[in-house]
């Protein structure tokens, strides 16, 4: 007997508990940091969870994580800072890790859903599709999918579109094991029925645990409607591994491949690509072949990034060229029609609209005015081994190759830097600041030179 659905309200008006097991140590990673933690284009694998679950609109969160794991909690808040934490002290199966965070489940929510800390591929849209029947009458909701090799999971036992038990592959039939829709882990449960479903649930299996999936056959027993929803392969897959992890990175890439692509961005050759999650790309940007993207890029409308260039914590503004083989670390700001060419590396340092730093050049803790030329092989000296020092260059001045700005130093506006200079002092406007030994000019000094090499190599 299902309940009636008069009282129950629309998916977006129904609050949302979500429940993210994630006590894992994942042992098979070989890895000191908790599998949880490991990251998939620049985010960690719960982060993405966490991400995706307020995307489909958790209106609060219970972290399960195992003793003495304070950098799991840590992660957790800084993804949901409202996350309450719950610690699972003894592993006692899925349905004892839901459990833990009773508390949590005692103060009811109309839905409430059960993901995996080491599932950071499942979309929002997923979130959403699960938690939909609860509003129409369904007691628990299970996340299926058809298994091109179905060995080692459970088993959907259906009738017609109905899900009847989730038989883990160790306690299943020969011919339960030929059923090929699978348990892909997420559930969705009702609030008011989840904790008398839970504590129905008994060890008695192979294992000896408490598995979740139990609830389906309890649920209807009690007379609930028991729903499946059907998603990809693809996007059920868990983190075991570091194998699993890379697959689960190409995944995520193509997916951020194919957004950017869509929302107007071209990639000349997208699989060689790599992006973060939190990558921005303008309309019309151009982005050459081998480029990586870390955490923190803004990339505006019309900007070219060139082959074999790494950025992270940087904002390129429209029109602007970077690359090839430049190097824009955190703090990095091209402005407008900027260029970084080729060897270029760049840290906490804001570059001028239409400025050239074309080749060759390290600039860190800077301020490049506009229309700023930095010629080759130029650095700015920002670190004495006790502390960083900034340089200043203002709007339209022209900096010779291979000079060293010693920080701290001001260099003005539309000042000349002679080429192979050492700047320790501050510039004017409109100065030029030459540092560098007078040039001697001894004539004949090399003919001379090489007589007397040939002779001795001779003897």
């Not at 996350?83 to 489940?105: C, N, P, W, Y």
């Not at 298994?147 to 020969?174: C, M, V, W």
């Not at 430049?326 to 001028?352: C, D």
Request: proline share 3%; with cysteine.
């Amino acid at each position: 007997m299902t309940s009636s659905t008069d009282s129950l309200k629309p998916t977006s008006s129904r609050s949302c508990l979500a429940i993210v097991l994630a006590a894992g140590e994942g042992t098979r990673m070989k890895s000191g940091k908790p599998k949880v933690l490991h990251q998939v284009a620049n985010r960690s694998m719960v982060g993405h969870v966490l991400a995706t679950l307020a995307k489909a609109g958790a209106t609060s969160v219970a972290a399960v994580i195992g003793p003495d794991r304070d950098d799991v909690a840590r992660e957790v808040q800084k993804n949901f800072p409202e996350a309450r934490i719950f610690v699972q002290k003894d592993r006692l199966g899925t349905a004892h890790a839901v459990l833990s965070a009773r508390e949590a489940l005692d103060q009811g929510a109309d839905d409430v859903i059960i993901a995996f800390g080491d599932t950071p591929l499942v979309l929002a849209e997923t979130f959403a599709k699960l938690r939909a029947p609860l509003a129409q009458g369904a007691g628990v909701v299970a996340m299926g999918f058809y298994a091109k090799d179905p060995n080692g999971y459970g088993r959907f036992i259906t009738a017609g579109d109905q899900l009847l038990a989730i038989r883990e592959h160790k306690d299943a039939s020969e011919s339960e094991r030929e059923i090929t829709l699978c348990n892909g882990g997420l559930m969705a449960v009702r609030g008011d029925l989840a904790l008398a479903l839970l504590d129905r649930v008994r060890n008695d299996n192979a294992k000896g645990e408490y598995y979740l999936t139990d609830i389906v056959e309890i649920a209807r027993a009690l007379g609930h409607r028991t729903d499946i929803v059907v998603v990809p392969e693809d996007e059920v897959h868990g983190v075991n591994d570091r194998a699993q992890i890379a697959a689960a990175e190409r995944i995520i890439q193509e997916r951020l491949r194919q957004e950017a692509m869509a929302s107007g961005v071209t990639l000349i050759a997208p699989e060689t690509v790599f992006f973060s999650y939190d990558t921005q790309l303008g309309q019309d940007v151009v982005v050459e072949p081998h480029v990586v993207f870390g955490p923190g890029v803004v990339v505006e409308e019309g900007a070219v990034v060139h082959s074999f260039s790494h950025l992270e914590g940087t904002r390129i503004a429209s029109g602007a060229g970077v690359g090839p083989f430049a190097r824009l670390r955190p703090g990095a700001s091209i402005g407008p029609k900027a260029k970084v060419g080729n060897f270029v590396e760049i840290k906490n340092t804001e570059v001028g609209a239409g400025a050239k730093v074309s080749h060759l050049t390290y600039l860190g803790d800077a301020s490049i005015g506009a229309e700023v030329n930095i010629g080759a092989g130029t650095i700015t000296c920002n670190y004495d081994g006790f502390g960083k020092y900034r340089t200043e260059v203002g709007e339209g001045a022209f900096v010779g190759s291979n000079s060293s700005l010693v920080a701290p130093v001001t260099i003005g506006k539309g000042a000349f830097v002679g080429s192979g200079s050492v700047i320790t002092d501050n510039i004017p406007d409109n100065a030029l600041g030459l540092g560098r030994g007078r040039q001697i000019v001894k004539e004949g000094w090399a003919l001379e030179f090489r007589e007397k090499a040939q002779a001795a190599k001779k003897k």
